[in-house]
């Protein structure tokens, strides 16, 4: 893009966006677009050459910008949604190219947020509500053979360069694409269920793009069973703190003092221990948290039913909306549309949040996994789905899309894993704070959701980067305090403060070692949401004004994205 002295940063970021959903057509679909719905990326090493060509000529572009001198990019105060935007533009394409200079997309297997994981999701984000949806819908089936095979050539370069990934990664991925394919069962697999009900007139089409698809995968399965696993024997778990420092980096939007927040991480394990042990004896009387919450599991108020528990998941986040709009939000209207729905088979454990396109035709979703369970206790669903829903994910990602004054690019794919989830977790606590978790029951679920995320920086920091299991953790661990983590004993520390069931805590550690940095940044983006609003609220006080919460809460996601960084400071000014 040529720049001239009236090229704003906005204007770059927006190009940026242009040119990238046609080289990722995922990325068109999560906005909304239907231009290149029948198409899916190239995963292999020359595909990431080519978002990696983009990044480069953007970032010359942005240079170009600020070299000019414009106020929207320079990090002039008169514009601050425009330094708002050039820095994060900068910052997320920096740390883009420096994980695919060290290889990691030749590696990417794990079980959540792979390359593979990002083809299915597609799936559901697509309309089906005319013939045209569903002619693109099968074309797109049709393109999954040459998707995965693009993938597997990163695969097999990685291996040629001893870039692997570890094998409980690799096992679990290939259980869950033996699931994605409907092996052992009649059922055809998840794609032949996704194409089951498109229209008779294309029903060979569809057929065909399922079966190409569901073949596919098993063959990527075999592949990866079959040739990558004896080659990734060895593979430590851990990737070590360089390649952490990198990922982390991508993760948060900062460079962080892994030293600090695996202090604030064991702080905050001890501080959660000591109020779970108080919320415990109200909902029992005489047990511990664990003991407590094994009972809630066993005993407490529960919904029966997969389509039943949707619904109340539905009802959850609709009451939501309409106790806080108005009071400490202002919902609007296309903000108040969030639908509730059932992950696909073969997901990982943990819940999520798809955001909505960019005109609103496509609701904010969120998703739960079943793992074949059809009883789901209430206790630890209330706090997760104002986490996942209202005033969590939805309230911050689906009001970025509203918001004019951010750029295309600060609206939808400039964001910064842990100022989200840093977020999410502020709302549950919010909504702690406003009264909507007296329940001792309801409340106990939110603390031990907060316990998990405090555990999750502990032993995250603590397997990659070979920092020792602490004094105090309690049990057998006692005996390996001053010793490096292990898979084994992370697990053993996380199910003796967790209340979440045994395939749960499989899962998020098998998470934890395939996507080093991300699981921080919950609980490291909660303490930097939490002092901005410290630093505001003092501001206020310092010149003799009351603290708006609801104003503030309306500027905070009004900014857009920001690393951790640059998040606290941002805050305190508003």
């Known amino acids: 893009?040529?720049?001239?002295?009236?090229?704003?940063?906005?204007?770059?970021?927006?190009?940026?966006?242009?040119?990238?959903?046609?080289?990722?057509?995922?990325?068109?679909?999560?906005?909304?677009?239907?231009?290149?719905?029948?198409?899916?990326?190239?995963?292999?090493?020359?595909?990431?050459?080519?978002?990696?060509?983009l990044a480069r000529a953007t970032l010359a572009d942005l240079d170009a910008v600020e070299a000019v001198g414009r106020p929207e990019a320079s990090g002039s105060a008169l514009d601050g949604d425009g330094r708002r935007c050039a820095r994060?533009?900068?910052?997320?394409?920096?740390?883009?190219?420096?994980?695919?200079?060290?290889?990691?997309?030749?590696?990417?297997?794990?079980?959540?947020?792979?390359?593979?994981?990002?083809?299915?999701?597609?799936?559901?984000?697509?309309?089906?509500?005319?013939?045209?949806?569903?002619?693109?819908?099968?074309?797109?089936?049709?393109?999954?053979?040459?998707?995965?095979?693009?993938?597997?050539?990163?695969?097999?370069?990685?291996?040629?360069?001893?870039?692997?990934?570890?094998?409980?990664?690799?096992?679990?991925?290939?259980?869950?694409?033996?699931?994605?394919?409907g092996r052992g069962t009649s059922d055809g697999g998840w794609f032949a269920s996704l194409a089951a009900p498109g229209p008779q007139a294309l029903r060979a089409e569809l057929d065909a793009g399922a079966a190409s698809a569901t073949a596919a995968v098993d063959a990527a399965r075999t592949y990866l069973l079959e040739t990558y696993a004896p080659r990734a024997e060895g593979t430590p778990d851990a990737v070590g703190s360089q390649?952490?420092?990198?990922?982390?980096?991508?993760?948060?939007g900062a460079d962080l003092d892994l030293d600090d927040a695996y202090a604030y991480g064991l702080a905050e394990v001890e501080r959660l221990e000591g109020e779970m042990a108080r919320e415990a004896e109200r909902v029992l009387p005489g047990s511990s948290a664990l003991?407590?919450?094994?009972?809630?599991?066993?005993?407490?108020?529960?919904?029966?039913?997969?389509?039943?528990?949707?619904?109340?998941?539905?009802?959850?986040?609709?009451?939501?909306?309409?106790?806080?709009?108005?009071?400490?939000?202002?919902?609007?209207?296309?903000?108040?549309?969030?639908?509730?729905r059932i992950a696909p088979p073969g997901s990982a454990a943990a819940p999520y949040y798809s955001r909505p396109s960019l005109d609103f035709s496509r609701p904010g979703r969120t998703w739960l996994p079943t793992l074949g369970r059809t009883r789901f206790p209430l206790w630890n669903l209330v706090s997760t789905w104002y986490h996942e829903g209202v005033p969590g994910h939805h309230l911050q990602l689906a009001q970025w899309v509203a918001t004019p004054g951010l750029s295309t690019y600060q609206r939808t794919v400039g964001s910064?894993?842990?100022?989200?989830?840093?977020?999410?977790?502020?709302?549950?606590?919010?909504?702690?704070?406003?009264?909507?978790?007296?329940?001792?029951?309801?409340?106990?679920?939110?603390?031990?959701?907060?316990?998990?995320?405090?555990?999750?920086?502990?032993?995250?920091?603590?397997?990659?980067?070979?920092?020792?299991?602490?004094?105090g953790a309690g049990g057998t661990l006692d005996g390996q305090a001053g010793r490096?983590?292990?898979?084994?004993?992370?697990?053993?520390?996380?199910?003796?403060?967790?209340?979440?069931?045994?395939?749960?805590?499989?899962?998020?550690?098998?998470?934890?070692?395939?996507?080093?940095?991300?699981?921080?940044?919950?609980?490291?983006?909660?303490?930097?949401?939490?002092?901005?609003?410290?630093?505001?609220?003092?501001?206020?006080?310092?010149?003799?004004?009351?603290?708006?919460?609801?104003?503030?809460?309306?500027?905070?996601?009004?900014?857009g994205s920001l690393g951790l960084d640059d998040l606290a400071e941002e805050l305190a000014l508003l």
């Open 1 to 53: 893009m040529a720049t001239t002295s009236t090229t704003t940063a906005r204007d770059v970021a927006d190009a940026y966006v242009e040119a990238l959903v046609a080289l990722d057509p995922l990325t068109s679909t999560a906005l909304g677009s239907v231009a290149h719905e029948d198409r899916l990326p190239d995963l292999s090493p020359d595909g990431q050459a080519a978002q990696d060509e």
């Open 416 to 471: 910064v894993s842990a100022n989200l989830e840093g977020w999410a977790l502020y709302a549950e606590g919010l909504m702690d704070e406003l009264g909507h978790l007296e329940d001792p029951r309801h409340r106990l679920g939110y603390l031990d959701a907060q316990m998990m995320r405090a555990v999750r920086v502990v032993i995250d920091i603590g397997l990659h980067t070979g920092r020792p299991v602490p004094g």
């Open 88 to 181: 994060l533009l900068r910052e997320r394409l920096e740390a883009a190219l420096a994980l695919s200079a060290a290889g990691e997309h030749l590696r990417a297997v794990r079980n959540i947020g792979s390359p593979v994981h990002a083809v299915r999701s597609a799936f559901t984000m697509m309309p089906t509500q005319t013939d045209d949806d569903w002619v693109a819908l099968a074309r797109r089936l049709a393109a999954v053979p040459d998707a995965l095979a693009g993938w597997t050539a990163s695969l097999e370069e990685g291996s040629e360069r001893g870039l692997l990934a570890a094998p409980l990664q690799v096992a679990t991925l290939a259980d869950q694409l033996g699931q994605w394919s």
């Open 243 to 252: 390649r952490y420092a990198l990922s982390a980096r991508d993760q948060t």
């Open 291 to 340: 003991e407590a919450m094994a009972h809630l599991a066993e005993h407490g108020p529960a919904v029966d039913g997969v389509e039943e528990v949707r619904a109340w998941l539905q009802d959850l986040m609709d009451t939501a909306i309409a106790d806080l709009d108005g009071t400490h939000f202002d919902i609007s209207e296309p903000l108040r549309t969030v639908e509730a």
């Open 484 to 559: 490096p983590w292990t898979p084994a004993l992370a697990r053993e520390y996380f199910g003796a403060r967790s209340g979440r069931p045994a395939e749960f805590l499989d899962s998020e550690i098998v998470r934890y070692l395939g996507w080093p940095g991300q699981a921080i940044g919950y609980k490291l983006g909660e303490r930097a949401w939490r002092a901005g609003r410290a630093a505001a609220t003092s501001a206020a006080a310092a010149r003799g004004a009351s603290f708006d919460l609801k104003a503030w809460h309306a500027a905070a996601l009004a900014q």
